[in-house]
């Protein structure tokens, strides 16, 4: 019997990957080893009670009772805090999603590289802040990294294990977020809960925000240069939409390779799940005449300044990618809480990235997680003090 974990499992893609085993028979066809979560303990622990897991980790330690009571007279063991989470990813299985949002995504991803198996990774933030450690750790212990990310998993497809010497260049597409038709002066006064509303996708909060800022499209930018070893001017962005095709491959010879599905999370994942065989899902099937027309445009960087902040980030090398992604975290906070306005975001990350170069430059690739996590402490720090600025 194959054993799965799941960290995030309690978030949209964790949902996605819980619906995904449960229909494939759960605990009759997995061993479910470790499920993580935060908040929200009482899914949790309905999902490991379900799933008959192992080990359920909240990331809150004052969750912890919670928790134990929710699992009472189950059998599963409770844990809490970022340490529970990694001993827990450290246990050996098969399969591990990586859905944990953000930065704190990393340690735990880190421990399933060291003790090798596959690594689900829909993490993009683990290689943004640290893609030259994720991906030697992989090499050193011969795991192996599937892209859960829609658009890399539409990649990794599309590309089916052709030589990058004979692709000209990779495209990945972005809906344009909830903001993708407002006039530019409208922006500024843009609410919480108008960047929350996803047009096409169901997702968490803070990556439905990160869409319609387009800086969830600047850090898989900077994952297909990481994952694919892809150099940046190759690396291109379409508005799209309809959300219908994830990604393209254009070759030497001209022809291109795209890779169009529903937008449901469930195939990349359920792609990744039983890789490197295809099993039926429960995703519809396109019906393209129904659809009827697909359109494209060239992402206006007026309006995503992102996107030029994340290639910049890719040109600059070694631990930018870290700084940019930790300063984003803390202005997404700040714009949550009310302290900036949604445009403020992108100013706040370019003012950190700035600040860090003319400081110290960004030196090497972080080598280690300690290494990592100090970058990190930098850029939030510095988009903390920049955002007033705004």
């Not at 080893?33 to 999902?47: I, Y």
């Not at 805090?81 to 827990?88: K, L, M, Q, S």
Request: charged letters at 20%; glycine letters at 10%.
């Amino acid at each position: 019997m194959r054993s799965v974990s799941v960290l995030g499992a309690t978030g949209s893609i964790g949902e996605s990957a819980f619906d995904l085993l449960i229909r494939a028979g759960g605990p009759k066809t997995y061993r479910t080893v470790a499920l993580t979560g935060a908040a929200n303990v009482a899914r949790l622990a309905e999902m490991a009670r379900a799933l008959q897991a192992e080990i359920a980790v909240t990331a809150l330690p004052e969750k912890l009772d919670d928790l134990r009571a929710a699992l009472a007279g189950s059998g599963i063991e409770a844990a809490a805090g970022p340490a529970a989470i990694a001993e827990a990813a450290a246990r050996p299985a098969d399969w591990t999603l990586s859905a944990i949002i953000g930065a704190a995504g990393l340690p735990p991803g880190l421990e399933v590289l060291r003790r090798g198996g596959i690594l689900a990774l829909a993490n993009k933030e683990s290689l943004v802040a640290a893609g030259g450690l994720v991906m030697a750790e992989a090499a050193r212990s011969k795991a192996r990294i599937l892209p859960v990310d829609s658009e890399h998993s539409a990649l990794f497809q599309a590309l089916g294990g052709e030589s990058l010497e004979n692709v000209d260049s990779v495209t990945i597409t972005a809906s344009g977020g909830a903001f993708r038709d407002w006039p530019l002066e409208r922006l500024a006064r843009a609410t919480v809960a108008e960047a929350s509303c996803h047009p096409n996708w169901s997702m968490g909060q803070r990556i439905t925000i990160d869409s319609a800022s387009m800086f969830n499209k600047a850090l898989e930018v900077i994952e297909a240069h990481e994952f694919f070893g892809i150099d940046e001017g190759r690396i291109k962005v379409l508005v799209h939409p309809q959300s219908i095709i994830h990604a393209m491959v254009s070759h030497r010879d001209g022809g291109s390779i795209a890779h169009l599905g529903a937008p449901d999370m469930r195939h990349a994942i359920g792609y990744a799940l039983n890789w490197p065989r295809r099993a039926p899902l429960p995703v519809p099937q396109l019906d393209l005449a129904a659809i009827g027309n697909l359109t494209f445009a060239t992402p206006d960087e007026t309006r995503w300044p992102a996107l030029r902040l994340a290639r910049e980030v890719i040109r600059a090398g070694g631990a930018a990618g870290a700084v940019l992604n930790a300063a984003k975290e803390q202005a997404l906070d700040d714009f949550i809480a009310g302290r900036i306005r949604f445009t403020d975001m992108a100013g706040a990350v370019e003012r950190a990235l700035d600040a860090c170069a003319a400081e110290s430059g960004f030196g090497d690739s972080p080598g280690d997680l300690d290494a990592v996590l100090a970058w990190d402490a930098r850029g939030r720090h510095l988009a903390a003090c920049t955002a007033g600025a705004a």
